[in-house]
């Protein structure tokens, strides 16, 4: 299986690709994630793209795509792409890299939700500095306030969520999205889902369409 899932910051990107990745047993292959362990590992590469994810910009394509294509090519037994492809530019150099491999995405799910349901999606987000584990005070709170479930960590508020950052984040995306969308759609390979359900009924829901497309054998 080999999955793209879009959206807007703070739609269930993240949580959503850890669960569909662990179900589906395939490879969960997160753009932010990956930036920012370069990033607090203090790389030349972290050095490099630090002042674009501090300010909500994107990092340049070039990049973004070689960091990508390579974590791709370890993960033979398929993926779930999370925040990547971001612009049309990533979309169509990824489509031509996997074409060249012979393993076209079979899907993309395309999370839409209110601007009310996102404000407070990154008001409560929490995350582990160490491991980066995604909680919410809310609705998926850690077993013990305040500490990773994982491996104990002091849970933090991640250094892009102030709210002036979130709102250019937010513009980024609106201004890159269309493009990205009439091109999957152009595939045929688009599937749009409201993700203001709960963390499971967007993963049933995600499931069910992977499913109803005969995507998957392992769904
Ligand atoms: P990235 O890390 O990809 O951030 P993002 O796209 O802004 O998305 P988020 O991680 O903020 O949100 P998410 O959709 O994963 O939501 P989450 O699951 O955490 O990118 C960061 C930066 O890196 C970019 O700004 C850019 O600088 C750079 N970058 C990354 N990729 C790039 C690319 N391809 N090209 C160029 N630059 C790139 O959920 C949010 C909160 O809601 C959490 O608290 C969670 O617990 C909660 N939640 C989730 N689902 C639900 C639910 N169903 N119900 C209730 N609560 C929920
Ligand atoms: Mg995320």
Same mark, same amino acid.
């Given at each position: ?100 491999? /012979? @393993?076209?995405?079979?899907?993309? !799910?395309? %999370?839409?939700?209110?601007?009310? #349901? &996102? ?54 995306? /609106? @201004?890159?999205?269309?493009?990205? !969308?009439? %091109?999957?759609?152009?595939?045929? #390979? &688009? ?29």
């Amino acid at each position: 299986m080999r999955l793209a899932l879009l959206g807007p910051p703070g739609a269930g990107k993240g949580t959503q690709a850890v669960r569909l990745a662990h179900r589906l047993r395939v490879t969960h292959l997160s753009s932010g994630d990956i930036l920012r362990s370069e990033k607090s590992a203090g790389t030349a590469l972290g050095m490099q793209i630090r002042d674009f994810i501090d300010h909500g910009k994107l990092v340049p394509d070039a990049l973004m795509i070689r960091l990508m294509e390579n974590r791709i090519a370890q993960a033979p037994g398929g993926f779930v792409l999370d925040g990547f492809p971001r612009t049309l530019v990533q979309a169509q150099e990824l489509a031509r890299f996997l074409d060249s491999i /012979r @393993r076209p995405l079979d899907v993309v !799910v395309n %999370f839409v939700l209110d601007e009310a #349901i &996102l404000s407070r999606r990154f008001e409560g987000r929490r995350v582990c500095p160490v491991c980066g584990s995604v909680y919410h005070l809310d609705t998926m709170p850690p077993e013990v306030p305040g500490l990773c479930d994982q491996d104990g960590q002091a849970l933090v508020i991640r250094p892009d969520d102030q709210p002036e950052v979130v709102k250019e984040r937010i513009n980024t995306y /609106r @201004r890159s999205v269309e493009p990205l !969308v009439a %091109f999957y759609e152009q595939k045929g #390979i &688009l599937v749009t889902l409201n993700a203001a359900g709960t963390p499971n009924e967007v993963t049933a829901a995600v499931l069910k369409l992977l499913q109803d497309r005969g995507a998957g054998k392992n769904v």
